[in-house]
């Protein structure tokens, strides 16, 4: 009864916390209201390089033709999957299972719902000293109701508590040291790649990591628990401490992302860096056969790993998650990136059947999308 009442409790704190956060305009998880103006101009963008025509049907429904051939878009929803590869992609459990099934690298996961806790909490024991995640199992994005960098059972119960808001079945899996990556595909081939960079550090042959650190910015000293776990766990993946001395000129991935880390939820993956010639055969195979096994045409895979040029295998990485109906924000204004043809010509280029973008000529630009994008916040 007491634990009942404690997950009671803590389910209407966060309903309290949540609305708090909407009402003052601090919701972490990014709304289509704001990219909603993105993705109408990315669509016209892409409908112009293709000699398309877009006609506005209803707020974020578009319909672009060209000759006799059409296709309908809403915002980031286009007709590409059938419906049961979307509900199966949605279902986060069942993924996991099939691509662990095929031999995909996965994270250590266990299914669980509120009234069931002592399974996360028993999932936690088998795994002493890691790091963990909990989220809803299925039918959210933009990283409602995750909480990471968990490592006791009252801070799982509360994560637990946050999860439920969203869904009834939960999923609490191991933090995975590393980069986040996102991994575009369109029919079996990968057209875009972007990541979340981390913070990286510079050996001089004298200097800790901690004091590398401190001189590229943020500092350890009095940092959030949760910031430091980061920096602790994603050294010890490269058998590294914050008191290791660091090689003059290796190059040490010294978190897993530069943003603040804070001891807080919803903390969104924002890609920010252009990374599709980063990515090694090994890593965009295997990104493909987990694509494959979903049956999707079109998706992204998040891939977290310390080095994208090698496979899973070798760096202890995984497929996170799949995702169909891929949000395209995610693939533009980035650093660093590229003059490839932009993905939302690609995937146009597909639904309207008309020849291949690559061979379309004539230079691309995503500044009109971008200054959309960058005006609505990231």
């Known amino acids: 009864m007491q634990m009942s009442l404690s997950l009671t409790t803590a389910r209407l704190i966060w309903r309290f916390r949540l609305a708090w956060q909407r009402l003052r305009g601090q919701s972490r998880a990014r709304s289509m209201g704001t990219l909603a103006g993105f993705y109408r101009q990315m669509w016209q963008d892409a409908a112009d390089r293709l000699g398309a025509t877009m006609i506005d049907l209803a707020n974020g429904f578009w319909r672009v033709e060209q000759g006799d051939r059409s296709t309908l878009i809403h915002n980031y929803i286009v007709q590409i999957d059938d419906p049961v590869t979307l509900n199966l992609a949605g279902d986060k459990v069942l993924c996991h299972q099939l691509l662990a099934a095929h031999g995909v690298r996965v994270p250590d996961h266990a299914a669980f719902t509120l009234p069931a806790i002592d399974r996360a909490t028993s999932f936690m024991g088998r795994f002493p000293g890691s790091s963990f995640v909990v989220k809803p199992a299925s039918g959210t994005s933009g990283a409602r109701g995750v909480t990471t960098h968990i490592t006791d059972p009252g801070e799982c119960r509360r994560a637990a508590a946050l999860a439920s808001l ?178 939302a010509v690609r995937v146009l280029t597909r639904l309207l059947g008309t020849p291949d973008a690559n061979e379309i000529s004539g230079a691309v630009s995503e500044e009109s999308a971008c200054s959309v994008l960058k005006g609505g916040g990231r």
């Open 166 to 343: 969203y869904g009834s079945q939960l999923l609490i899996e191991r933090w995975i040291p590393g980069e986040s990556y996102r991994l575009l595909f369109l029919d079996g081939e990968m057209i875009h790649a972007s990541r979340r960079r981390g913070l990286r550090v510079v050996g001089d042959g004298r200097s800790t990591v901690a004091q590398l650190v401190r001189a590229a910015g943020p500092s350890l000293d009095g940092s959030g628990r949760a910031w430091r776990l980061d920096v602790e766990l994603t050294l010890a993946a490269q058998a590294l401490t914050v008191d290791s001395i660091i090689a003059a000129n290796r190059t040490v991935l010294a978190q897993s992302t530069r943003a603040p880390i804070t001891d807080s939820v919803e903390i969104r993956t924002v890609f920010d860096e252009e990374a599709t010639a980063l990515i090694g055969p090994h890593l965009r195979d295997e990104a493909a056969h987990a694509v494959r096994i979903i049956g999707s045409r079109f998706a992204g895979v998040d891939v977290i790993t310390l080095d994208p040029r090698r496979s899973l295998q070798e760096t202890s990485g995984v497929v996170n998650e799949i995702n169909t109906t891929p949000g395209l924000h995610h693939h533009y204004g980035l650093e660093g990136a590229g003059s490839q043809t932009p993905p």
